[in-house]
């Protein structure tokens, strides 16, 4: 124990000493940033990293992600936390150049974006500077500092509503219909002309709705909290029938390593989700409710949509993904099942 | 004569007075803002929009355009041009507001973008700026003002490089090469969510190679300024086997009034070429010789790309509108010929 935090309290010196470069010796394992490192996937991601042997820098504004998401590796030897607005370039210019002093960085997973949908919609300055700018500070600091791989959240958002049919990777019209979607297609674009001019190497990870914990927003969060507030009654915004699939955060981390292990494209764009064609939100209401408040009426809206830029249902294609060997561990029920236990011990209810 | 003037006169003091709201009588028509109006594109479009009759405000930085392209225009009655940085949030914004309450805008033809991609490739600041961020800049101010309608000048460059397959609108995947077409992408992004969400009706234009004058940038003027240096030769960047379609500017304009009265749907969006597979950059090379200096030897270089991010050859699906009755009067081979003759001329070369 006296070893680790000895070590810990060198890194700290080096932090307080940014001007003096650190020597790699050979064997010694280049650094891996990861943003958003407070957040629902980064501070998962982090952890891997950090247990992998990697010293990790995790940047975060700590605006949605919080500091109890890195319990345990805000006290570890490997692990650097950088509180930084991304969407500020000279502050991520200048934190991203000091880390990079310390322990040159290999990787960058930039994880870190808007996770508020409805927010982006009613003010687009919210996806821009925190789903769009943030991707262009961090690729231009890469360019910089000459980081050869980015790793990047991206989104079945940038699909928009293409209806029923399955979509794989290659389809088209892309038109968000969400500035979430438009700004994770923005970002996607710039990192694709990067990899044709300077960036050796990149990965999009297409997300679907992930759920696990720590949720910090979604559908079953939002419905375990408003039974603890009613709990006779569920009130679901739309009619119910929106379908979508959804992956529990355990099998996107576990895709997404295994993309970084199994993908060889220089530009590699994969949708990960559970392979099925999803649940309705009625599913997801029946199944919080028989976990926190059995016997309480469910009451639906009218509407196919809970809100402006939600996609009714679609079919998310992974075939890409699966042809290098990636399963899911879970289908979208089972997601759902277990989301639903982890989020009501997380909120108290049992 | 008079009349003009007192009208003039009158569109300027209200310009001075911009709380002052004026009121708009039944039958009297909207205005039209076209943004880049003293660029190659949008000169020519705010001409004919007064020419027709409309009231026209056109913004520009006038860092690409110049006040020579407006001349004829900066006196009318009908037009009012403001210098205005469109990447300013504020600067748009009050510019737009104050011109919305003297005549109420009814349609925004948003052609300001960079239209170096080369300089864009060099720093993408170029193009966040002046490609990206002017058009979310618009389009907040469209949002406030409650204007409905909105044509933006996009880009083939979106498509990046799917080879020699034939490009529709609704191909996929759309991994564009430079940062211009990535904020162009990024551009059209934003358009969708909008138009999902709050704006009535957009149209996206693909554009293709433009060309005409009045030339500020371009294959054609590159090499009938070389000549002018070097008369006996000509050297090419790149192969000369880069084959591109290139689209006559008065094609275009036609073409982008032609789907304002025919393209009915909420957003449309369409490429927009001569419906040929091109013309390769040798043939320019010769056709420029040809009128310039007559016998000059051509050098070509080996790579099939002239730049990074440049695309070495596509082709250009216009069915679409096509579909619509609309028919280009020139060719890839007649819109270079023609090109180069009133560029030759431009430059004064004979």
Not at 123 to 141: E, G, K, P, Q
Not at 186 to 204: F, P
Request: proline share 4%.
């Amino acid at each position: 124990m006296e070893v680790v935090i000895a070590q810990s309290e060198r890194l700290k010196a080096q932090k307080l000493a940014p001007t003096k470069k650190r020597q790699i010796g050979l064997g010694e394992p280049h650094a891996i940033l990861v943003s958003g490192a407070a957040g629902f996937v980064g501070s998962k991601l982090a952890r891997l990293f950090v247990d992998r042997g990697y010293p990790v820098f995790g940047f975060d504004d700590l605006s949605r992600g919080s500091r109890q998401n890195l319990s345990g590796l805000l006290t570890h030897e490997r692990f650097i936390f950088e509180k930084v607005d991304l969407s500020d370039a000279g502050a991520v210019r200048s934190r991203f150049m000091d880390c990079h002093s310390r322990i040159p960085i290999s990787e960058v997973w930039h994880m870190a974006a808007n996770s508020d949908i409805a927010a982006g919609i009613a003010d687009a300055s919210v996806d821009l500077r925190d789903t769009f700018l943030s991707t262009f500070n961090v690729l231009n600091a890469m360019k910089e500092a000459g980081v050869p791989f980015l790793a990047f959240a991206s989104s079945s958002a940038v699909y928009g509503d293409l209806g029923e049919a399955p979509i794989r990777e290659d389809v088209g019209p892309l038109l968000p219909v969400s500035n979430y979607g438009a700004m994770k297609l923005a970002s996607e674009a710039l990192i694709s002309a990067a990899v044709e001019n300077w960036l050796a190497r990149a990965l999009l990870f297409r997300f679907p709705n992930v759920i696990g914990v720590p949720a910090t927003h979604g559908v079953i969060l939002d419905f375990v909290r408003k039974l603890r507030i009613t709990p006779n009654k569920l009130n679901v915004l739309g009619s119910g029938r929106q379908q979508k699939a959804y992956l529990h955060v355990n099998d996107l981390i576990d895709a997404i390593v295994y993309l970084r292990a199994n993908a060889s494209e220089r530009l590699g764009y994969y949708n990960i989700g559970p392979g099925d064609n999803g649940v309705t939100v009625s599913f997801i209401a029946e199944t919080t409710v028989g976990a926190v408040a059995p016997g309480a009426g469910i009451e639906y809206g009218v509407e196919d949509r809970g809100w402006t830029g939600d996609v009714p249902r679609f079919s998310y294609d992974i075939a890409k993904i699966s042809a290098l060997g990636w399963r899911p561990q879970l289908g979208s029920a089972d997601a759902v099942r277990k989301a639903v236990g982890e989020i009501v011990r997380q909120e108290g209810h049992l």
